[in-house]
């Protein structure tokens, strides 16, 4: 049977539609909650993501996957809400978006506690919400190397993915030495991992995509729109010609089904301003036409967006 | 408020309570470092960790109600803002038990900080500064302490610091000077808990020109600050001596050999006062009244007056003596500046 979670429970892969897979409803750093400067209503937070969840809908998005770590803000009975009233699937994450970003109380767990929390919000549920987790997340801390929390959370996912069936998604593909030796020596298939921001401003020069790709890994250029051409740009920007350039290259090297796509978006950003105008819809709206525009026909564009995310969020067991 | 920093005399003085500022001579007696409810940061999302209410609370008002029989009138909550503090809760509490509850804000140390405070989304991602510790501490004594993302409550009583075991780090700094400086600017005391060296790191919040009798100094009862003779040099700067793990030994908790006994300790406060700093010691728990995502200790609130106290009288410590130590100076330490 083919199943993903999601927050209103499983549905089968084929209704994910195009499916945008690296996206927050709302993102905030760990202790962000206590600094009043970024706090929002209720209603203003509504405001600002229902439109932007309704456009996706109407474009023909299906699918929300929602990379928000467990300390960062995520809010699983917001996101129920969400998907109910504009008919968008969410998926939540298990795990988080790097070492730095897991609290004290998991920054010192072992990873067999990791390991089973994971498993439980995967099988169980996230807290009393009952809504599952349909995906574990991963990351580097900040600095550009993993840290000993970040293997253990690595080792940790690995361990809840076999057991699951769940796949794994990551902030950065740098240190990509030490992560799939990780994932080698748990015996997590590397296709069960997508290997997010290869495309990033900061760190595309230094992932080495083309490597992961051929170790079997998926590969997400999955920042799409953080672009220095923005009035704000924030310091991961890239010009926008040179990240399609890189994606294009990427899959004419014969790795169209190795790539997946997203554009990392806020809703509604929880401990940071955001940036302005940037959305999920930019994958409707700028991306996909530019794709087009490059000469990338209709089947390729639905194996990027559907039959790759099936696929990949499909549940294995 | 930040006026005139008199010593002693506090009887117009008033002391955020959650429950509002109430007049400093109606605290009685106080006990300065307590937990009520205790969150290892984190611990709130755990799979296998509950957070019922309604059960938190019956064991939170049983251990006041405990406290208060035995005379207690006061629990500070010194914990933080990151501790699992439950304003609304301890209003509860404070409104069934009739035990005045003191809150505290501020954090620490490093290692209890979320990523916000220690890896911004800045490039580099450069920890907080001293001064924006300062504002986020002095807001939550002059507009209120958080309730995260839905509102603001009473002020705190307080900003709780601590510095790391093995000493104190640069972000920990930032923390010790940030909470001098919003103490200096609301008027509310300082409590840190030190690192390695209990005089270095008290030396940082004087540094930040906060008068030392604005000072708590936690865990001065630790065997190497005891060896290093730590307390007196506390007091002798003028900063108060919390002598505040009343009660650990025998519970089966590990600071069991962090510090000393309470023999030991009752004959520390007898020398303390015959070097004439009966005016700078306060006596205290650390009690965990509940406590989440770490061991809890099993003391009692109300420890320091049910077998602490016979001790120091059994050692020949006057009853004007005791009452200083427990009723005068935490009124003098929590009053508002
Ligand atoms: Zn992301």
């Known amino acids: 049977m083919s199943r993903v979670n999601t927050v209103l429970g499983p549905i089968p892969a084929e209704e994910l539609g195009l499916v945008a897979v690296h996206e927050h409803i709302g993102y905030g750093m760990p202790g962000s909650e206590l600094d009043t400067k970024w706090w929002k209503t209720p209603e203003q937070r509504y405001e600002e993501t229902v439109p932007k969840l309704r456009r996706f809908h109407e474009y023909g998005g299906g699918t929300f996957v929602d990379a928000t770590g467990i300390c960062n803000g995520r809010d699983v009975d917001y996101y129920r809400s969400l998907s109910a009233k504009t008919g968008v699937h969410i998926v939540a994450s298990t795990g988080f978006v790097g070492g730095d970003t897991a609290l004290p109380f ?99 020069d230094k992932t080495r995509d083309t490597w992961i790709a051929e170790q079997g890994g998926r590969i997400g250029f999955d920042t799409f729109g953080y672009e220095t051409e923005l009035e704000d740009p924030p310091f991961w920007a890239r010009p926008r010609k040179e990240r399609l350039d890189h994606f294009l290259r990427f899959i004419g090297q014969g790795h169209l089904r190795k790539v997946l796509a997203s554009a ?30 490059a000469g990338l026909d209709e089947a390729a564009i639905t194996t990027i967006f559907v039959d790759n995310p099936a696929d990949f969020m499909t549940i294995q067991k | 408020m930040t006026g005139a920093q008199t010593a002693g005399n506090s009887t117009g003085n008033t002391v955020n309570t959650v429950l509002g500022p109430v007049p400093a001579q109606e605290l009685g007696v106080a006990a300065v470092h307590e937990a009520l409810l205790s969150v290892f940061p984190g611990a709130q999302y755990g799979f296998d960790v509950t957070l019922d209410r309604a059960e938190i609370f019956e064991t939170l008002a049983g251990k006041l109600k405990d406290f208060r029989r035995h005379g207690g009138g006061t629990i500070v909550d010194s914990t933080g803002m990151f501790h699992g503090r439950d304003v609304r809760l301890y209003e509860t509490l404070s409104r069934t038990t009739g035990v005045h ?76 000077r940030g909470a001098a400086r919003a103490a200096l600017a609301t008027g509310v005391p300082v409590s840190i808990r030190f690192g390695n060296d209990a005089v270095r790191d008290l030396e940082v919040v004087l540094d930040e020109k906060l008068p030392a009798g604005r000072v708590v100094v936690g865990g001065l009862d630790r065997r190497d600050a005891v060896a290093a003779g730590a307390p007196f040099e506390v007091a002798a700067r003028g900063a108060y001596v919390a002598l505040d793990h009343v009660g650990a030994e025998g519970t089966g908790d590990t600071e069991d050999d962090t510090h000393v006994t309470d023999a030991e300790r009752a004959a520390l406060v007898i020398e303390l006062v015959e070097a004439g700093h009966g005016d700078r010691i306060l006596l205290s728990s650390n009690a965990t009244g509940v406590a989440k995502g770490h061991p809890a200790n099993d003391v009692a609130y109300s420890a320091v007056l049910t077998t602490f106290v016979p001790l120091l009288a059994k050692q020949g410590l006057g009853d004007g003596d005791v009452r200083r130590i427990l009723v005068d100076n935490p009124r003098d330490l929590l009053s508002v500046r």
């Open chain 1, 106 to 204: 998991f920054a010192r767990a072992s990873v067999e506690y990791l390991t089973e929390h994971f498993v439980h919000e995967i099988t169980v549920g996230i807290g009393g919400t009952g809504g599952r987790a349909g995906v574990i997340k991963v990351g580097v801390s900040r600095g550009g190397r993993m840290t000993d929390l970040d293997k253990r959370i690595y080792r940790a996912a690995a361990r809840a993915a076999l057991a699951t069936g769940v796949p794994v998604l990551t902030h950065l593909a740098i240190d990509a030495e030490n992560a799939i030796a990780i994932f080698d020596a748990e015996g997590l298939p590397l296709d069960r991992v997508l290997f997010g921001h290869v495309d990033d401003g900061v760190n595309a």
């Open chain 2, 101 to 176: 509850i003191v809150a505290s804000t501020g954090q620490g140390p490093e290692e209890m900080l979320g990523g916000y405070f220690l890896t911004p989304q800045t490039n580099p991602p450069t920890p907080w500064p001293a001064e924006k510790f300062a504002d986020l501490f002095a807001k939550e004594v002059t507009e209120g302490m958080v309730v995260p993302r839905v509102e603001r409550r009473g002020a705190a009583g307080l900003v709780a610091t601590a510095a790391t075991l093995a000493g104190m780090t640069a972000t920990d700094e930032s923390l010790f």
């Open chain 1, 264 to 293: 990392d978006a806020n809703c509604s950003p929880l401990g940071w301003p955001g940036v302005k105008g940037h959305t999920v819809n930019y994958i409707f709206e700028d991306l996909i036409p530019d794709l087009r525009a």
